[in-house]
């Protein structure tokens, strides 16, 4: 069996909230905090190792932590403009 040590939180989070928050770095951090949770819980259940584990939380830190917000705002925005641009080009056929 695969978690169950916290009742299979991370799933509930996945499916009732990640891309409901009606804002792109909102949903990007519930979609970061269910694989946080999904390590967690494997990790307590003993599926997967305490390196495994770390190594996720390590990258959860290093993102939402170290990284500055106008850093990851920028890059929304960046993302943003590039899918509308591509959007828009498919009505020209250029894309």
Sequence with gaps: MSGGS????????EYELCGQMKDAE??????????LAHD????????IDEETYFE????????WFKESRNDRLKDYIDDEI????SE????????
Aim: aromatic share 14%; with cysteine; charged share 35%.
């Design 6 to 13: 916290h009742d299979y939180v991370y799933e509930k989070i």
């Design 26 to 35: 909102l949903n990007d951090l519930m979609k970061d905090i269910v694989e």
């Design 40 to 47: 967690l819980e494997w990790y307590d259940s003993c599926d």
């Design 56 to 63: 996720t939380v390590r990258k959860f830190k290093n993102k």
């Design 82 to 85: 590039s899918k509308l641009k």
């Design 88 to 95: 828009l080009y498919t009505l020209v056929g250029d894309n």
